[in-house]
């Protein structure tokens, strides 16, 4: 049973920087896609960032190209987005998700599973 487990959210002011963690348990994730979304209060899950497990290569959305870094760590089982020079519209709770394959997409019904998630609020 796969597991992911986020943590690292708070408050933080604007152009502050934060480092959520998304811990994956319940198999080795080779072949894998990770992703991060974000959902803000009224609207729809977006598409943040995401990482081929094995290779490592990444992609990100257009809003957060420049700010925020998607990476792991295969010792640790870890994936993590660093996200700096944060805004107001940052503001979301933010979700890790895992899917088999290494193709990546951002539509966020290709992922199979889900973290809980975990706020993040930049004020102004």
């Known amino acids: 049973q796969v597991q992911l487990v986020e943590s690292g959210g708070g408050l933080v002011q604007t152009g502050g920087s934060l480092r959520l963690s998304c811990a994956a348990s319940?198999?080795?994730?080779?072949?894998?896609?990770m992703g991060w979304f974000r959902q803000a209060p009224g609207k729809e899950r977006e598409f943040v960032a995401a990482i081929n497990w094995s290779a490592g290569n990444t992609i990100s959305a257009d809003s957060v190209k420049g700010r925020f870094t998607i990476s792991r760590d295969g010792a640790e089982n870890t994936v993590y987005l660093q996200m700096n020079s944060l805004k107001p519209e940052d503001t979301a709770v933010y979700y890790c998700?895992?899917?088999?394959?290494?193709?990546?997409?951002?539509?966020?019904?290709?992922?199979?599973?889900w973290g809980q998630g975990t706020q993040v609020t930049v004020s102004s």
């Open positions: 319940g198999r080795t994730f080779g072949g894998y896609t």
């Open positions: 998700a895992a899917r088999l394959g290494v193709i990546f997409t951002t539509h966020l019904t290709r992922y199979e599973y």
